[in-house]
């Protein structure tokens, strides 16, 4: 599987993003797929993910910083997935990563596929 992440830029606090990551090669929706960030000088945290539970059954998942503000989705027709981001603050600046696995996408030493990273800068 390759992922593209897309959709990154600068916006002020409290603007919105819409990050996208697509999606090529094997069967997309047999895996769980997700976002990670890494911020300067911080290590790559999780921040959100829908998980594959079985057959066509998914749920989203959340770290709790972005509860309330972003969204997950999914898109099985055209392999992709998206993180719209809401009431962004600067400490969300960071490099963004999409991520899939046929194993988990909330434990990043578990992720089977990495997207090449969008850079997201909240100006305050």
């Known amino acids: 599987v390759q992922l593209q992440a897309s959709g990154g830029g600068l916006v002020q606090a409290g603007g919105s993003l819409r990050l996208s990551c697509a999606a090529s090669g094997r069967t997309f929706s047999r895996y769980s797929v997700g976002w990670f960030r890494q911020a300067p000088g911080k290590e790559r945290e999780f921040v959100a993910a829908?998980?594959?539970?079985?057959?066509?059954?998914?749920?989203?998942y959340y770290t709790n910083s972005v509860k309330g503000r972003f969204t997950i989705s999914r898109d099985g027709a055209k392999n992709s997935v998206f993180l719209q981001m809401n009431s962004l603050k600067p400490e969300d600046s960071a490099v963004y990563y999409c991520?899939?696995?046929?194993?988990?996408?909330?434990?990043?030493?578990?992720?089977?596929?990495w997207g090449q990273g969008t850079l997201v800068t909240v100006s305050s």
């Open positions: 829908i998980i594959r539970s079985g057959g066509s059954t998914y749920y989203t």
């Open positions: 991520a899939a696995s046929d194993r988990s996408v909330v434990a990043q030493t578990l992720v089977d596929y």
